[in-house]
C-alpha cells in the first residue's frame, strides 16, 4: 500500500508540502494560521493558473516561454486604459485583457502551426517583441497607484466569505481547466498529441490546430493573470513578470508533467506551484534569504526532471489505446 502511494507522484508532492509546512510552523507558529495559508494561496494563484495553461502546451510536446511578456504587455495596457478613462467597468478592463492575451498566444500557435517554427524559438522571440511594445506603449515610464481607480485596484481584493476574490478565480479558472482536460475532446487531444503526433494525424487529429489551441488558451491565462498582476500590485513596468514564464514551467515539471510531452495532469501542476509559493513564502518567515529562492527552485527542478526520467512513461495517459471516435 504504501509503495503504492509513493508511486502515486501527487501524493508525495502533497506530503512533502504539508512536512514543509509543519516543520516551517515550529520555526514560526504563526506560518499555520489560517490567514497566513489563505494569503499563500493568495499569492500563489496567478502561478496556479499559469502552469495549468502551461501544461497544456507542454502536453503538445511545445513550451510557451512568452507568458511573462503577455502578463507585463496586457497588464500595461489595460492599465493605461485605467488611467486614461477610469469610468470604464472593471468586466470592460478583463475582457479586453483575455481578448488581448488571446491574440498574442494565437501568434505564438500560428508560427508554430502554419510555419512549423520549434516553439521554443517562436516564444522566445515574441517575448523579446512584447517586451518591447510594453517599453514603447509606456515610453519606459510607470503607472502607479494614485493612477489608478480604486474598482480597478479592489476587484481581486475584494472578500467573499473571508477569501479574496483573485484566489475565487483562479479556483474558478482551475476548475475549468482540470474539465477541459478531463472531459473535452480537446483535452484528450493535448494527450493524444504528446502521446503520438504520427499516430494522431492517422486519428483525424489536425496536430498544428490543436497545438495552436493550446497557445491560445495559455495567452488568454496570461493577458488575464496581466491584469490581476497589475491591480494586485498596484504598479505596471516593463518588468513585471520578468522570468515568471520559468516559474511556470517549473512548477509544471515539480508536479510531474514531463516534459517530452502526454504526461501530466491539472492536480500535479496545481500542486507543483503550491510547492514554490510555500517555498517563497516560508523563506523569509526562517530569515534565509530571498536570493537563495532561485537557488533553491532550481535544484528543485533538476531533481524533479531526474526523478520524471526514472518514472515509466506507462503513468501518463495513453489517449491512443482509445477508440478513434474519442478523440
Not at 503538445?60 to 512568452?66: K, N, Q, Y
Not at 495559455?218 to 518588468?239: E, K, N
Request: glycine fraction near 10%.
Amino acid at each position: 500500500m504504501l509503495n503504492s502511494i509513493l508511486k502515486k507522484r501527487e501524493y508525495l508532492l502533497a506530503a512533502i508540502i504539508l512536512t514543509m509546512i509543519i516543520a516551517i510552523s515550529f520555526r514560526s507558529p504563526s506560518f499555520l494560521q489560517l490567514p497566513n495559508m489563505l494569503a499563500t494561496l493568495n499569492d500563489t494563484s496567478i502561478l496556479m493558473m499559469l502552469a495549468c495553461a502551461q501544461m497544456f502546451v507542454i502536453l503538445t510536446r511545445c513550451i510557451d516561454l512568452s507568458v511573462g511578456a503577455n502578463i507585463a504587455l496586457t497588464g500595461m495596457v489595460v492599465a493605461m486604459l485605467n488611467s486614461a478613462s477610469p469610468e470604464l467597468p472593471v468586466v470592460v478592463l478583463v475582457v479586453i485583457a483575455l481578448g488581448l492575451g488571446l491574440i498574442l498566444g494565437a501568434i505564438n500557435g500560428f508560427f508554430v502551426w502554419k510555419f512549423d517554427i520549434p516553439p521554443i524559438v517562436v516564444t522566445l522571440g515574441t517575448m523579446a517583441i512584447y517586451r518591447g511594445l510594453v517599453f514603447v506603449l509606456a515610453d519606459g515610464s510607470w503607472i502607479n497607484a494614485h493612477q489608478m481607480s480604486e474598482s480597478f485596484l479592489g476587484f481581486p481584493r475584494a472578500n467573499i466569505f473571508g477569501v479574496q476574490l483573485l484566489t475565487w478565480c483562479g479556483l474558478l479558472v482551475v476548475a475549468g481547466m482540470y474539465a477541459l482536460s478531463r472531459y473535452s475532446r480537446l483535452g484528450r487531444q493535448f494527450y493524444a498529441i504528446g502521446d503520438n503526433p504520427n499516430a494522431a494525424v492517422y486519428m483525424g487529429i489536425s496536430v498544428g490546430k490543436v497545438k495552436f489551441k493550446a497557445f491560445c488558451l495559455s495567452g488568454m491565462i496570461a493577458g488575464l493573470c496581466g491584469y490581476f498582476w497589475v491591480s494586485r500590485y498596484a504598479v505596471a513596468y516593463v518588468d513585471i513578470a520578468a522570468g515568471f514564464e520559468l516559474q511556470t514551467v517549473a512548477a509544471c515539471v515539480i508536479g510531474g508533467v514531463s516534459i517530452a510531452g502526454a504526461i501530466g495532469n491539472i492536480g500535479g501542476a496545481i500542486l507543483g506551484a503550491l510547492f514554490l509559493g510555500v517555498v517563497n513564502n516560508a523563506l523569509p518567515v526562517i530569515d534565509i534569504s530571498p536570493f537563495w529562492q532561485m537557488s533553491i527552485s532550481g535544484t528543485v527542478i533538476i531533481l524533479a526532471v531526474v526523478f520524471n526520467a526514472q518514472s515509466e512513461r506507462k503513468t501518463g495517459r495513453t489517449i491512443l489505446k482509445l477508440k478513434g471516435t474519442e478523440a
